[in-house]
């Protein structure tokens, strides 16, 4: 077979442990499909986060050690201004299969976007979802009340404004310190998805688990290309890539469901007790999320100069209304959703010139 | 010679102080910070961000020319009887001069570094405020630059005690 | 090819260290060399460039510098002497009562002191002109201060411990709880040898003190309440929720400072070098880190780590011979590498290896720092064996004192041995 001859392997990087969903599917699923959608020229070898964890990636990808990986716009917020202006937006996550198509059509039709990723060095390929963020606590939350003077992580600028705006403490702790801090009572709760009580083992540090929608995580890129490698890939194998990265995406977003489930029956088990909001509180985090989307123009344009930045938001929202109809038209099936991004968003991009 | 020996105390010395001013803010932040909030439920803003970004790297990096120029860095010092006195000068000139060239290296790397993070105006979000950290990154090119001069410095002082002697 | 850059690098690192260069500068001159070999120069330059920044900026790391400071504070303003008085009036009447009383000191300060050295340097000073006064053979105390030492890192807080955590990515309060257990058996282990000691050889250790000082039992409990104060807050503050493991060394540092300023023991020149010893001891410390981490990026691009892993489970030892190999590993680092050092060049190697075994990392944790510390004692190079020579010089020669500490390798045996073969013993408080 002359093709194995010419093979290029890609080193990829998840950044995270293997037992984590953004490393079982999203980049299994890449090393798994990427040589039979290119007829065997690409292949993946797949890195660990000992050589390049998310906080280094960005070092990863610039310094030519890594070809793809796992990045998170949050912990590079000044390399993408743009980017983050609409990934920071967690609140309007409602269904976060339409979250990480949304995303993917809004960046990739963004001139401002694109020109950033550029500089940087990166190009975008898609982007996938957790799970709906809620309050996982060791103090029960239902009234609006209950969260005045609460300690609460939040994991995002958006989520701090949220804290705030309901009377309680947005505290800034690093995701490893999670358990910790909850468990010896530093805080009072987090905003976070179950899953994390599977990744972290919160169901031995929280009492409480809140249902109340608090969007999702969304701002990722799930597998950034380095520009160089991007620049020696036929147009043909780029289309493939990025197609194979949209499907492990929507794999990984509902992988995330699956574990946030698994989180519900591991709390259950360790009798943490799941309580319903009131409607004021309900009603007080819808209120917010509209006043807020105002703010966020407003702070968007005056701390990092971004223009058109209402504008920009309130496409964005359109797109996720747009990927909601068909996510649930779709029934959230992650094949179909993948087969949607690729008719919708990629059939009408020309890979000679896409990211270059 | 002996100008540039004074200078390059004073420097040392001026880097620990700064290293100790870093421990000492450190210690003042968090434990303020602690009782702040299990008083008054009122976090310090950034305390994080300041402990990793600002504190650490200053205390941890910047007296590096202070810790090589008191000669404390570890090493192996298990074979150093292998070598004999005379054998040992040569030993330690050839180690203070690839020191220097492992620190210049260091030095130019960061540099750079820190100049693309000044180019982009680096930040982190502190919750909802962006917290500036381009300045930080230029900590490590003075600390490695510092560590160059005063292990080439020791070349020739190697030297000049065995004419003394 | 990524293979033999990664051996030719390991060999080249031992040369390096042979020849005396600084270990940290070893660690990151082999690595750099070795992945502009496999990735290009700019590839290497650039993760060499982001390396350090990216190391020290951990928040967990914050608490070395803090545990650090807490323990000089101590030491230099004399809260130890306090607490050796208090042990005496436990012990003093048991044969060899002296160095039984020495080394829960040691085990008292040690719950204040993040590393050995400290520990040693703290003790050794008071402890061993005392003993020698009352008759002790003068290489036996300063052996039994030297071993007494050890228990500073066993006993939370723990510097090792703290790095171990932040690289083997494991509860720091976790691995901390697994080394009380530890640090008490150690000590009462010693405290045996002392018995046997003074039991077969009157000679080296008297089984009464002679010119045996009255001590006001009240008085030396009085004095020991600075100390009390302090484990107190700093434990206490941790497990009632006030502050997390890495928060509490900044606490214990601001609580160490007021409380010898407040009992008069801290003037301007000891506070000075407290803080000045801890940047130096940070700073080489956590430069040996920066280069550690980059030698695990090294060794893992390598494909080394795949090799060795799948060496140990193509050979398939059982568990209790992968312990053998373990032990005798760091027993013979030990001889010659400081605890940081030996413990960064290996686990980058084993960690993977470990996995495949599922051996617990908490557990290990403890293990290894046990093993460790172990080396600190033993010849040509053990960092506690020169503390106490710097401190105690008149008394001992190195090699007097090499002698002296000897049969306390005895019982550190003992405990690894117990550590392996009923592991619950660690993780009897963690459960
Ligand atoms: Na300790
Ligand atoms: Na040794």
């Not at chain 3, 990524?2 to 260290?17: D, N, P, T």
């Not at chain 3, 300060?109 to 703290?122: N, Q, T, W």
């Not at chain 3, 190999?325 to 680092?333: D, R, S």
Request: charge should be negative; include cysteine; proline fraction near 4%.
């Amino acid at each position: 077979y002359g093709q194995a001859v010419t093979a290029k392997e890609l080193r990829v990087a998840p950044g995270v442990p293997p037992a984590h969903p953004a490393t079982d599917p999203l980049y299994t699923t890449l090393q798994e499909k990427l040589p039979e959608a290119t007829d065997g020229r690409l292949t993946a070898k797949l890195l660990g986060p000992e050589i390049a964890s998310l906080s280094e990636m960005r070092t990863g990808i610039k310094s030519g050690l890594v070809d793809a990986g796992l990045f998170l716009s949050a912990y590079f917020p000044a390399d993408l201004t743009e980017f983050n202006l609409v990934g920071d937006m967690a609140f309007l996550g409602a269904n976060p299969q339409a979250m990480g198509a949304a995303l993917t059509e809004y960046i990739v039709t963004c001139a401002d976007c694109q020109a950033e990723l550029k500089k940087l060095g990166v190009v975008f390929t898609s982007a996938h979802s957790t799970n709906i963020y809620q309050i996982l606590s060791n103090k029960p939350v239902t009234e609006l009340e209950d969260l005045k003077g609460l300690r609460l992580r939040a994991g995002g600028p958006q989520y701090s404004r949220w804290a705030e705006a309901m009377g309680a403490t947005p505290a800034s702790i690093p995701v490893g310190e999670q358990f910790e801090a909850l468990s010896q009572g530093v805080i009072d709760g987090t905003l976070a998805s179950t899953a994390d009580i599977v990744s972290f083992r919160l169901d031995d540090a929280i009492k409480y688990v809140t249902e109340v929608p608090l969007g999702t995580f969304f701002s990722d890129i799930s597998h950034a290309v380095s520009l160089n490698t991007w620049k020696s890939l036929s147009a043909e194998d780029r289309q493939a890539l990025i197609e194979v990265s949209s499907l492990a995406s929507t794999l990984c977003t509902d992988r995330w469901a699956t574990i946030s489930d698994k989180g519900m029956g591991m709390a259950a088990k360790a009798g943490v007790e799941v309580l319903q909001p009131s409607q004021a509180l309900i009603d007080a985090t819808q209120a917010f999320v509209e006043e807020d989307l105002k703010t966020a123009a407003s702070q968007a344009g005056e701390r990092y100069g971004i223009e058109n930045a209402d504008a920009k938001l309130a496409r964005f929202q359109e797109l996720v209304t747009k990927w909601e109809g068909i996510a649930e038209a779709a029934n959230n099936d992650p094949a179909a959703v993948a087969d949607a991004m690729n008719s919708e968003i990629w059939a009408k991009v020309d890979f000679s010139t896409y990211g270059i | 010679m002996k100008l540039l020996e004074r200078w390059l105390d004073r420097t040392a010395q001026g880097v620990a102080l700064l290293g100790a001013l870093g421990i000492l803010a450190m210690m003042v932040h968090i434990t303020l910070d602690i009782f702040l909030r299990s008083s008054i439920s009122v976090s310090i803003p950034a305390t994080q961000e300041l402990v990793t970004r600002y504190y650490m790297v200053t205390l941890a990096l910047l007296p590096l020319a202070w810790v090589e120029r008191k000669r404390s860095m570890i090493f192996v010092e298990a074979f150093s009887g292998l070598f004999g006195s005379r054998g040992l000068r040569v030993v330690d000139s050839f180690v203070a001069l690839f020191s220097a060239s492992v620190y210049a290296i260091l030095a130019v790397a960061t540099w750079d570094k820190a100049m693309e993070q000044y180019d982009i105006g680096s930040y982190v979000m502190s919750l909802n405020f962006p917290m500036p950290v381009w300045p930080t990154y230029l900590i490590l090119p003075v600390a490695f630059g510092l560590s160059t001069l005063v292990t080439l410095a020791r070349i020739p002082l190697l030297f000049t005690k065995d004419r003394e002697e | 090819m990524g293979i033999e850059i990664g051996f030719a690098g390991l060999a080249l690192l031992i040369v390096l260290l042979v020849v005396r260069i600084p270990i940290a500068l070893a660690l990151i001159s082999v690595s750099l060399g070795g992945i502009s070999l496999m990735f290009g120069w700019d590839t290497a330059i650039s993760l060499l460039a982001s390396k350090p920044y990216e190391f020290v900026s951990k928040w967990t790391l914050s608490a070395v510098p803090m545990f650090l400071l807490m323990g000089f504070i101590c030491y230099h303003s004399g809260l130890t002497s306090g607490l050796f008085n208090a042990a005496k009036v436990f012990f003093r009447w048991l044969p060899g009562g002296i160095a039984i009383s020495s080394v829960f000191a040691s085990s008292g300060f040690a719950a204040v002191c993040g590393s050995s050295v400290a520990c040693a340097a703290a003790m050794g000073r008071i402890a061993i002109p005392e003993m020698v006064k009352s008759g002790y053979k003068p290489s036996f105390a300063c052996g039994t201060i030297a071993a007494g030492g050890t228990i500073g890192a066993l006993i939370p807080p723990s510097i090792l411990m703290i790095v171990y955590g932040v690289f083997a990515q494991v509860s720091i309060t976790q691995v901390f709880l697994g080394g009380i257990t530890i640090g008490l058996l150690t000590a009462i282990s010693y405290a045996m040898i002392i018995l046997a000691v003074s039991w077969l050889r009157p000679d080296i250790v008297p089984r009464v003190a002679k010119d045996a000082e009255n001590i006001d039992p009240t008085r030396a409990l009085l004095d020991v309440w600075p100390v009390l104060l302090l484990a107190l807050l700093v434990f206490g503050g941790m497990f009632s929720g006030f502050f997390t493991a890495t928060e509490a060394g900044a606490v214990g540092a601001a609580g160490a400072l007021l409380l010898s300023v407040a009992v008069r023991k801290l003037d301007w020149t000891s506070a000075k070098k407290a803080f000045l010893e801890t940047l130096a001891t940070t700073s080489s410390l956590l430069i040996i880190g920066i280069g550690a981490s980059m030698f695990t990026l090294f060794l893992s691009l390598s494909g080394i780590a795949d090799v060795l892993t799948s060496a140990v489970s193509g050979w398939d030892p059982s568990y209790l011979q992968l312990m053998i190999v373990v032990v005798a590993i760091y027993l013979v680092l030990g001889l010659f590498m400081e605890p940081f050092g030996a413990m960064l060049v290996t686990l980058p190697v084993l960690l993977p290896i470990f996995e495949v075994y599922d051996i617990n990392l908490i557990w290990f944790g403890v293990l290894l720092v046990k093993l460790l510390e172990i080396g600190m004692i033993t010849p040509p190079v053990g960092m506690n064996i020169f503390v106490i020579r710097g401190v105690a010089g008149k008394y001992a020669s190195l090699v007097d004192i090499f002698k002296g500490v000897a049969i306390f390798l005895v019982a550190d045996l003992v405990v690894v041995a117990l550590i392996i073969g009923v592991p619950e013993i660690v993780m009897v408080m963690n459960n």
